[in-house]
């Protein structure tokens, strides 16, 4: 059984930090690029950023840059995503997303609220 379980969402201030994770089973994680995504109501989901299978080549949204880092433990199945200076408008649904090829299924959790607000 297929899953993607995100954890470490919630309420932090301007400024704050949050550590998103997102443990994967049922696949070969370390064959799947990862993918964080995030979205608000009325609007379509946005890249986040985005891993290599092998954790050695990260792409970010410009307006995380800089504040945002995604990381893998292969080894635990596991991608993160460290938020830090984060502001009102990053609030919204964060989803971690699992792709190989066109070929393979791709894979999506359930995913978790982030709210920034004093």
């Known amino acids: 059984q297929v899953q993607l379980v995100e954890s470490g969402g919630g309420l932090v201030q301007p400024g704050g930090s949050l550590r998103l994770s997102c443990a994967a089973s049922g696949f070969t994680f370390s064959s799947y690029f990862m993918k964080w995504y995030r979205q608000t109501p009325g609007k379509a989901r946005e890249l986040v950023a985005q891993i290599t299978t092998a954790g050695d080549s990260t792409n970010y949204a410009d307006s995380v840059k800089g504040r945002f880092t995604i990381s893998r433990d292969n080894a635990k199945n596991t991608v993160y995503l460290q938020m830090n200076s984060l502001k009102p408008e990053d609030t919204a649904v964060y989803y971690c997303?699992?792709?190989?090829?066109?070929?393979?299924?791709?894979?999506w959790g359930q995913g978790t609220q982030v709210t920034v607000a004093s």
């Open positions: 997303y699992a792709f190989r090829s066109d070929f393979y299924p791709e894979y």
